[in-house]
């Protein structure tokens, strides 16, 4: 099971429900740029597609995690997920699930996502109140490096698929923070530029040092 904020939660959740179960969601065929609130807890299953989980406070975004199909998400009322290209998806109240429980796949699979989630909040909670901006660039860039394990010339090499505008919501950052930060990095040569999305990590521990 992936733990990366890129792709959360791999739990393949539709191979542990029949036809019966999965026939207890709302199904929706959802275009890119739509979004999924809900007034209470409800339970949203990506049969195919993506999107990605994210909180809004006086026009900012922070975005706390990406989704892959089979991947299980939970919307409250203080969060939105935005679908990322066209996906066919699965939803339904918590307080439905009631019969769902009763298969023990499903339920560890969903006891799974509540953990995982909890442990991601508490690494976000960390990052913001304690890590330096640079930290927080640090830390994402360390935790893309784990998940994406790629290496270039004997040094770690990472791809990274979207904008800085992007990443400042991901850790949390003012766009201009986070570019200074980030070129901080490039220019004490703790990572390199190879082209607009793709970084050497020349100094590794370096890069974890401000992770601490």
Known sequence: MKKSRLGLLETDILDVLNQNELAKFNRELLAKGATIYAESIKVVII???SGKLSFFEDGEEFIVYHLQKDNISIVDDVCVLEILEDSEVYSIDAGDMGELLKNERFAKAYADTLVNISLLQRQIIKSILFESA???IA???VELAAEQNLTQNGYH???LPFSLKVL???VGL???SASTAFNELIKDDIIRRITPHEFL???YEKL???TN
Do not use: A, E, H, P
Request: aromatic residues 20%; proline residues 0%; charged residues 25%.
């Open 174 to 176: 003012k766009r201009q």
């Open 208 to 210: 974890q040092s401000y």
């Open 201 to 203: 990590i020349v100094d």
């Open 139 to 141: 830390n994402f860039l």
């Open 157 to 159: 090499y990472v791809f």
């Open 47 to 49: 049969k195919s597609g």
């Open 134 to 136: 640079k930290g927080r």
């Open 168 to 170: 400042s919501s991901f």
